[in-house]
Each structure stands twice: as C-alpha cells, then as structure tokens.
C-alpha cells in the first residue's frame, strides 16, 4: 500500500505530517528521518483494528481485505 504524507515544518521547530486518506492520522518529529519512521508507526496503528472494540450483533459478518 502507497500512501501519501504532507509534510508541515513546525513552529516550534522539527516537523508535522499528516496523512489525508487517513483522517486523524498525524505524527511529528525533530527530523525528517525520525518523521519517516513516526508515519510508519501512525499509520501502522491507525489501520489496525482492535476487534474487541467494535460493536456487531449475531447477524453481522467480519470481512479481512488485503490492500
């Protein structure tokens, strides 16, 4: 899977990504090899899913998809 990061310099110093086609997926580190490492881990945990979370009833189906 390819995805893409917009990459913010941050006030502060260091830097901010975020990845569009995942909503809330945000990271930030003080350089752009530590920022590359960090979007790997955010977008690692943000297609995760934690199954015990999700609600579902007897007639719901669960369906895996490699993409």
């Known amino acids: 899977m390819t995805l893409k990061a917009i990459i913010h310099p ?3 110093g260091g830097y901010w990504a975020e990845v569009p086609a995942l909503p809330g997926c945000l990271t930030q580190a003080e350089n752009l090899e530590d920022l590359k490492v960090n979007l790997r881990e955010a977008i690692t945990l943000w297609l995760s899913v934690d199954d015990d979370v ?3 009833d007897a007639n719901d189906k669960v369906m895996e998809l490699t993409v």
């Open 10 to 12: 941050a006030e502060e």
């Open 54 to 56: 999700m609600a579902s």
